[in-house]
Structure formats: structure tokens, C-alpha cells
């Protein structure tokens, strides 16, 4: 079983509707979480962190963690053209060591 | 506020040269990680530095090696090349100790040949 693991995707979302992405892990001692957004040829781009149980909201972007399931997602509302891009899952998975462990993206395309 | 800086950019390399990449944090960041990412894949955790020492270390052979200077940054070397070294390479950087938010630089993209 892979520490991280994505929606394999690609997911393609029409304009305007709620993009949803789904990441789950397998240390049960993970503590902090993590999405980045990916633009083709670009680095990764911190765009939301989570470290409790429950929903954050920044803008457009939500990001839900629920430790229990080990699951964490992220929604995007009134998605644009500009959200297509990968959406990387990162964890923090040796506690108190920083080290982030990543899944493999999920490539999201916005639809106009 | 600057952000991280990597360089160089691109780097083409032959099998058996050896290379060095470098890094600068963010300002006020004194942590310093690198990454390796192949394409179509999520970055893997090669190393982290702090306070000029490795912290701690990925699954990666010793042919990668790591600096850190007083200055904070860092540089990532590595020897010996393998075709299958090809890849972008990250640093990230975080403000210290119990902190877990990295930000990237914008990578340093290595062909071997």
C-alpha cells in the first residue's frame, strides 16, 4: 500500500462547478497535511494546510481532513480555467521530523 | 520577500559526471529540504538540512550528498550519474524547527545522457 495515495484522474470539471479531490494515507500518526498545485513545467505552490479534524476554508478552496478514515480532500468552488493544473497530497509522515511524503497528483482540467 | 532561488535552471549532464545544484531559502527560513521529482510522479524526499546538518534522509543512495552553509543555503551534489538521475530537482525551505509548511523554489531540471 503506498503511504499516499490520489484520485488517479485526470478529472475534467466544467467551469464554475466544484472540483473535488481526494487523498488518503496510511500512518495513522500524520498530523499535518497538505495540498499543492502543480502548473505543467512549474513547481509545486502551497495553496492550503490542515491540522485538524473538520473543514478550513480559504477562498475558493476547501480542504477537509478526517483522521479516522485517514482521508483528506480538497474542493475547489467556481472552478476557472486557471485552477487546471496537478493537485499534489502531501504528508507529514514521521512526526516532528518534517519530512513530507507526496502522492502522485491528480491532473484537473476546468472546462470553459 | 524573496522566495527560494535554485540554480541553475536546466543542466545536461553525461553518465559517470557528477554535478552540484544549489539553493537559497526564503528569507527568514533556516530549513532547508530537496526533493527529487520524475515526471508524472509526486516529489520524493531525498534530504533535509538544518543548522548545517542533515536531519534526517530518504531512500536514496549515498551517491547524493548535501551542504548546508551558515548562511542557510544549501547545495545538493550528486556522483557518479545515472540515466535514471534525470529529473526536476526541489528545494524547499520552512522557517524552522515544528514548522511544516514548505515552499519550493523553482527547480533545477537535469537530463543525463
Known amino acids: 500500500q503506498k503511504e499516499v495515495e490520489q484520485n488517479s484522474g485526470p478529472l475534467s470539471v466544467p467551469e464554475g462547478a466544484i472540483a473535488s479531490l481526494n487523498c488518503t494515507y496510511s500512518?495513522?500518526?500524520?498530523?499535518?497535511f497538505f495540498w499543492y498545485r502543480q502548473y505543467s513545467g512549474k513547481s509545486p505552490e502551497l495553496i492550503m494546510s490542515?491540522?485538524?479534524?473538520g473543514d478550513k476554508e480559504d477562498g475558493r478552496f476547501t480542504a477537509q481532513l478526517n483522521k479516522a478514515s485517514q482521508y483528506v480532500s480538497l474542493l475547489i468552488r467556481d472552478s476557472q480555467p486557471s485552477d487546471s493544473a496537478t493537485y499534489l497530497c502531501?504528508?507529514?509522515?514521521?512526526?516532528?521530523?518534517?519530512?513530507?511524503?507526496f502522492g502522485t497528483g491528480t491532473r484537473l482540467t476546468i472546462i470553459p | 520577500d524573496a522566495g527560494v532561488t535554485q540554480s541553475p535552471t536546466h543542466l545536461i549532464k553525461t553518465r559517470g559526471q557528477q554535478v552540484t545544484l544549489r539553493c537559497s531559502p526564503k528569507?527568514?527560513?533556516?530549513?532547508v529540504s530537496w526533493y527529487q521529482q520524475a515526471l508524472g510522479q509526486g516529489p520524493q524526499f531525498i534530504f533535509q538540512?538544518?543548522?548545517?546538518?542533515?536531519?534526517q534522509r530518504g531512500n536514496f543512495p549515498d551517491r547524493f550528498s548535501g551542504h548546508q552553509f551558515p548562511n542557510y543555503s544549501s547545495e545538493l551534489n550528486v556522483n557518479a550519474l545515472l540515466l535514471g538521475d534525470s529529473a526536476l530537482y526541489l528545494c524547499?525551505?520552512?522557517?524552522?524547527?515544528?514548522?511544516?509548511?514548505?515552499?519550493f523554489g523553482p527547480g533545477t531540471r537535469l537530463t543525463v545522457t
Open positions: 524547499a525551505s520552512s522557517p524552522g524547527l515544528g514548522s511544516f509548511e514548505q515552499y
Open positions: 500512518d495513522r500518526v500524520s498530523q499535518s
Open positions: 490542515i491540522y485538524s479534524n
Open positions: 502531501a504528508v507529514e509522515t514521521n512526526f516532528g521530523n518534517e519530512k513530507l511524503t
Open positions: 528569507s527568514g527560513h533556516d530549513t
Open positions: 538540512y538544518y543548522e548545517e546538518e542533515e536531519r
